[in-house]
């Protein structure tokens, strides 16, 4: 009897086991191509046939988070008290993406620098220098940020500040060169092959733009051919895609987090002001963080971080990146501490004119700048206009609401405005 209740377990395990190997899709994927082509029949990887490499799927870059696309509703949800209604809501959908978990901080970009003092010109290095004297101030004592918060190791985690949009945006590009160098040193074998890996010398800042935008298109809007070092080929599957920065739908959407309010069947439970749930700026959670500032920001005029031995947020400017709580996504600081640049142009309209997937705001499309008369002083926006939010140690809270919207000339630079880079998520939803 016993020995017939084994062999009728055993049969069932059987079946199972049968039943979900007939499940399993036999499809060809991208991961898994198969052995030869679906279209032709022809094998993959025979002597001056078609190679298809190995490839394990997309893994983010160093300190990139995974961020799963959806549908939210963008826009400004906090009470619009200066007026602009440039931000007001609509439904749109962002793919998935990643994006660091942190801003750039001081150690990230000295590494940067000291990369292109070795290999690039000097046009290039004085190019990339962030500008230090934005700390200064005749009326405030701030010589020792000056001279000392960039370089000196206890500001190492500090955000960078005094970096304009185009030095963000060519710092992504170096990042991008270095990154896909290390992994083709360390790991691929055509990069071995080469020598280890793919150049990152520029001799001169023609070599490559500092505009994303210049390295696809010309002024006229014409592709161009890329001015990019040479890397291992894309199909070899041993380069990332390009870092770069995020645009303004995608900056926003990671800052909202709304994942961390979701249940059953796409419902939510609640929006969000802040990166955060609530109305509050403060911990609401019971225990010995409660009442604790969730942010690094200016609480009112003169008043930076409270009174010593009780400072309401712990920074008088800035602080370390890994400071505050993250959000429901992993990402730091998606609300005060540095303001950040995302890649869009401003406009007062794009809510209304960007479509309603990916949506981004380029220079000069639909909206073109001559329609505000800068140049009769009837206006201040141009194609050099950058959006940057987040809010900042400087800022009073009303700025930390990601749907709140600022504008910066490209070349401008301040010491409230840092910045944090994303990468594209290729095949996968989570």
């Known amino acids: 009897m016993i020995k017939k209740n ?13 039943a979900l190997a007939s499940c399993k899709s036999k499809h060809p994927t991208s991961v898994k191509p198969g052995k030869k082509s679906t279209a032709t029949g022809i094998a993959y990887n025979q002597k001056d046939g078609y190679q298809v490499k190995k490839f394990a799927g997309q893994n983010g870059g160093p300190n990139l ?44 970009y000295l590494e940067y620098l000291n990369a292109i003092q070795r290999d690039s010109s000097e046009e290039v290095v004085r190019a990339a220098l962030p500008d230090t004297t ?12 000056v001279t000392q918060y960039l370089r000196y190791p206890a500001f190492r985690y500090y955000p960078v500040v005094g970096v304009s949009w185009v030095q963000a945006n060519d ?7 270095a ?78 987090a709304l994942i961390g309010t979701q249940y059953m069947d796409e419902n939510q439970i609640n929006q969000r002001i802040y990166p955060w749930d609530g109305s509050s700026v403060r911990n609401p959670r019971k225990g010995r963080k409660q009442g604790q500032m ?29 400071k505050y709580p993250a959000n429901d996504f992993g990402l730091y600081n998606m609300a005060g501490n540095v303001n950040e640049w995302v890649y869009d142009v401003y406009r007062p309209l794009s809510y209304q004119d960007v479509n309603d997937l990916n949506p981004i705001r380029r220079n000069g499309y639909l909206d ?19 959006v940057y939010k987040g809010g900042s140690w400087n ?36």
Not at 97 to 105: K, L, N
Not at 171 to 177: C, G, H, L, V
Not at 208 to 221: C, F, I, K, Q, R
């Open 179 to 256: 990154v896909n160098n290390e992994l083709a040193r360390k790991g691929g074998s055509e990069g071995k092959k080469k020598g280890g890996g793919f150049s990152l010398k520029r001799k001169s800042k023609q070599e490559e733009p500092a505009l994303a935008e210049a390295a696809a298109t010309d002024s006229a809007g014409n592709p161009v051919a890329s001015a990019a070092p040479p890397r291992p080929s894309l199909e070899s599957g041993l380069v990332l895609p390009d870092y770069r920065l995020p645009t303004e739908a995608e900056w926003e959407y990671a800052a909202k």
């Open 6 to 18: 084994h062999l009728q377990r055993a049969a069932y395990v059987l079946l199972a086991v049968a």
């Open 294 to 322: 969730l942010a690094n920001f200016k609480r009112g005029r003169g008043d930076y971080a409270g009174i010593a031995g009780r400072s309401n947020d712990g920074a008088i400017i800035t602080t370390e990146i890994y």
């Open 368 to 386: 073109d700048a001559k329609n505000y008369d800068k140049k009769s002083n009837q206006s201040l926006i141009d194609d050099r206009l950058r």
């Open 65 to 108: 988070v995974f961020i799963e696309g959806g549908r939210f509703t963008m826009g400004a949800l906090e009470e619009d008290v200066m007026n602009t209604r440039d931000n007001r809501e609509r439904t749109v959908s962002i793919q998935s993406f990643y994006m660091d978990e942190t801003e750039i901080a001081n150690i990230h």
């Open 395 to 430: 800022d009073v809270s009303y700025w930390l609401a990601p749907g709140t919207r600022r504008f910066l000339d490209q070349d401008s630079a301040t010491a409230m405005i840092g910045f944090r880079c994303a990468m594209i998520g290729v095949g996968r939803n989570r």
């Open 134 to 145: 934005v700390w200064a101030n005749p009326l405030s004592f701030n010589d020792s940020y």
């Open 171 to 177: 710092y992504a590009i170096w990042r991008t060169n």
